[in-house]
C-alpha cells in the first residue's frame, strides 16, 4: 500500500512561483509514473505533467515552459515546481502516483493553489 502525502499549495498574485511536494510511504517498486493533476472549479480533471521512471516527462500545453515536474528518489517525493502563474491554474492540485497493474494506482488529497491578485 502507498500512501501520497501533498504539501505546498497556496495563494499567490499572478506571475508568481510555487513548488508542490508529494511524499510516498509505503511499498513504491510498483510505480512507474509519479504526475501531477489538477481539478479547476466546474471542470473535469486533467493532467498537468507526468514523469516516468525512465525519466520522460510530459506535459499538458497549457503548462508547457512554466511548470517542471522532477524527483527524489531518496526521500520518494516527486515536486512540481510552478512558475509564472496565471489565474487560470487555479486548481486543486492531486498527486498521483501509478504502475503497470491497475491496482497499484495512488492518489493524493489534494492542495489548493489559487492565482489572484
Known amino acids: 500500500q502507498v500512501q501520497l502525502v501533498e504539501s505546498g499549495g497556496g495563494l499567490v498574485q499572478p506571475g508568481g512561483s510555487l513548488r508542490l511536494s508529494c511524499a510516498a510511504s509505503?511499498?513504491?517498486?510498483?510505480?512507474?509514473?509519479m504526475g501531477w493533476y489538477r481539478q479547476a472549479p466546474g471542470k473535469e480533471r486533467e493532467l498537468a505533467a507526468i514523469?516516468?521512471?525512465?525519466?520522460?516527462?510530459m506535459y499538458a500545453d497549457s503548462v508547457k515552459g512554466r511548470f517542471t515536474i522532477s524527483r527524489d528518489n531518496g526521500k520518494n517525493t516527486v515536486y512540481l515546481q510552478m512558475n509564472s502563474l496565471k489565474p487560470e491554474d487555479t486548481a486543486v492540485y492531486y498527486c498521483?502516483?501509478?504502475?503497470?497493474?491497475?491496482?497499484?494506482?495512488?492518489w493524493g488529497q489534494g492542495t489548493q493553489v489559487t492565482v489572484s491578485s
Open positions: 514523469l516516468t521512471n525512465s525519466g520522460s516527462t
Open positions: 498521483r502516483m501509478y504502475g503497470a497493474r491497475a491496482r497499484d494506482d495512488y
Open positions: 509505503g511499498i513504491i517498486f510498483s510505480i512507474n509514473v
